[in-house]
Nanobody, 127 residues
Framework: EVELKESGGDSVQVGGSLTLSCSPSGYIWGFYSMAWFRQAPGKEREGVANIDSKMLTANYADSVKGRFTISQDDSRYNLTLHMINLQPEDTAMYFC????????????????????WGQGTQVIVSS
């Protein structure tokens, strides 16, 4: 069973930056589509960014384009989300998600496209 573990959440000032990490444990092999989601208090969970480990293509929510970058290490299993110019509306619990797939998942930023989830890491952006 593959488990996902997020880290890197913190409290930062507006305009600051953070890098979140997601590391899988357990027996993992093959190609995975992986993604970051976030959920703010009182709001639904939303897709932030995804990456397909086979094609290395990435998709971003409009709200984070140009500020967030999703990437994988050479193993293609350890995931990061580099965030710059953070704003108060980026405050949320951030979750890592994954699905083993030979092709890119669709829709890339839909919760239904993933079947493995981490417990989340908290990001707080204050002014």
């Amino acid at each position: 069973e593959v488990e996902l573990k997020e880290s890197g959440g913190d409290s930062v000032q507006v305009g600051g930056s953070l890098t979140l990490s997601c590391s899988p444990s357990g027996y993992i092999w093959g190609f995975y589509s992986m993604a970051w989601f976030r959920q703010a208090p009182g709001k639904e969970r939303e897709g932030v960014a995804n990456i397909d480990s086979k094609m290395l293509t990435a998709n971003y929510a409009d709200s984070v384009k140009g500020r967030f970058t999703i990437s994988q290490d050479d193993s293609r299993y350890n995931l990061t989300l580099h965030m710059i110019n953070l704003q108060p509306e980026d405050t949320a619990m951030y979750f890592c998600a994954a699905r083993r797939a030979h092709e890119a998942v669709y829709p890339p930023l839909s919760q239904s496209s993933y079947d493995k989830w981490g417990q989340g890491t908290q990001v707080i952006v204050s002014s």
